[in-house]
């Protein structure tokens, strides 16, 4: 089975910036998720296989998501980050057909992905 493996985590301080990694990227439809302890996941950016992204309003304007090919790689590039970010972040994937053809954060469920990378603390303080 494909893993999705994830880097880039760490501790910022607000204010700061920070860039997530995913790979493999060759999915239909890629999401970056948070957790924050205690609550639900939410899903914060999600990212078509022709390179149509959606936000959250949580995350509109200070962060990017986004592929690139040639390194196989799904980023996260973190700007102007809050206290209220941190939370443990987690790249999925699917691929066509799996749980429907919707690829964006309107209404997303972590149900609706079927790969899961293993997750990364971002701190920030």
């Known amino acids: 089975e494909v893993q999705l493996v994830e880097s880039g985590g760490g501790s910022v301080q607000a204010g700061g910036s920070l860039r997530l990694s995913c790979a493999p990227s060759g999915w239909y439809c890629m999401a970056w998720f948070r957790q924050i302890s205690g609550q639900a996941r939410e899903g914060i950016a999600v990212i078509g296989a022709g390179g149509s992204a959606s936000y959250a309003d949580s995350v509109k304007g200070r962060f990017t998501i986004s592929k690139d090919g040639a390194e196989n790689t799904l980023y996260l590039q973190m700007s102007s980050l809050k206290p209220d970010d941190t939370a443990i972040y987690f790249c999925?994937?699917?691929?066509?057909?799996?749980?429907?053809?919707?690829?964006?954060?309107?209404?997303?469920?972590?149900?609706?992905?079927?790969?899961w990378g293993q997750g990364t603390q971002v701190t920030v303080s």
């Open positions: 999925a994937a699917k691929h066509r057909g799996y749980s429907g053809s919707r690829c964006t954060t309107v209404g997303v469920s972590s149900a609706e992905f079927s790969h």
